[in-house]
């Protein structure tokens, strides 16, 4: 049980939730990377990551010679995709929340995550591949971008960036493009199977070119939503409000909202579709954070990295047989999101 002087220096510092969150997604990062059909312990971890990022062998030197490539060819790459694209899907839910000014928003809500399916299906069935192996994640991720970049217009020309004209104009073009995606599967045939594989999420087979690609994205889009979070929060009090206090709501919501839409289609291209992270982590990092986005935002990146790596951990190390990402994530956090919203409406009620 957490002392309350604890829990209260917990709540009140952002460094400290920072740095318990890192602590734990190093932890978490060494011992999912031990974990598997062959077993090391976090110690022998640590050796290898030390050996190869040192660049000093000798320091794995007695270990078997299998084991350095197993962690750092197979595992790693995997491990730290999962951990990227989980914090990057948490800080786009983060942002589209603030942005949208609606607690249901998620990476998603645009028909990003549409598209993207879209994309990937249209690829799989006309067996695209003149980029081998990245010829799926990029007609992805053309597939989310020309989503994003339809949404926007549709959005623009019915009088404005707002709220309701932007969630309006996703709703409608994700409700098409998944009547596309059920056309695809219903005369795909044989590749079905492969395309419904890929919707349901999966980071088998993940690169270290995956990982760069990942890194660089959210980084550049963290950048962005930090920078702009103090716009965030004025953006809160209304547009009136926050445009008397020098914010141009217009310009803002469209950086915060593609730069958000972006991050969410690297993130999809790479791993497929992926739900309730960025709906679930700001929710439960608002309760520990408070609403100021200058917080919230960069403790959902760890959150969300702490909570899709471990998600991926389980369905590939603890599970008896390996299952989609994707529907993990859903059936955990589905009945969590239920908890934590009944909770919240009955503490709510008790106040009044």
Known sequence: MMEPNFKNRVQ???GLQ????TLLLGILILASAGLGYIHLGIGEVARILAAKTAGMPEIAAALDPVHPV???EVRLPRILTAAIVGGGLAVAGAVY???LLNPLADPYTLGVSAGAAFGAALALLLGIDFLGVYSVPLCAFIGAAGTLAVVVYLSAAAGGLSS???ILSGIVVAAILSAGISFLKYVADEQVAVIIFWLMGSFASRTWTDVALTLVCVCLGLAVFVFFARDLNLMAMGERAAGSLGVDTRRVTLVLIVSASLVSAVCVSVSGIIGFVGLLVPHMMRALTGPD???LIPVSLLAGAIL?????TTTRALLPTEIPIGVLTALIGGPFFC???RKRQTMRGSRR
């Open 12 to 14: 009140r510092s952002t």
């Open 18 to 21: 920072m740095l318990l969150l």
């Open 70 to 72: 197993v962690v750092w």
């Open 97 to 99: 929340q603030g942005v």
């Open 164 to 166: 309701n004209n932007l």
């Open 293 to 295: 986005n200058r917080r």
């Open 308 to 312: 899709l790596l471990g998600a991926d």
């Open 339 to 341: 908890y934590v919203f």
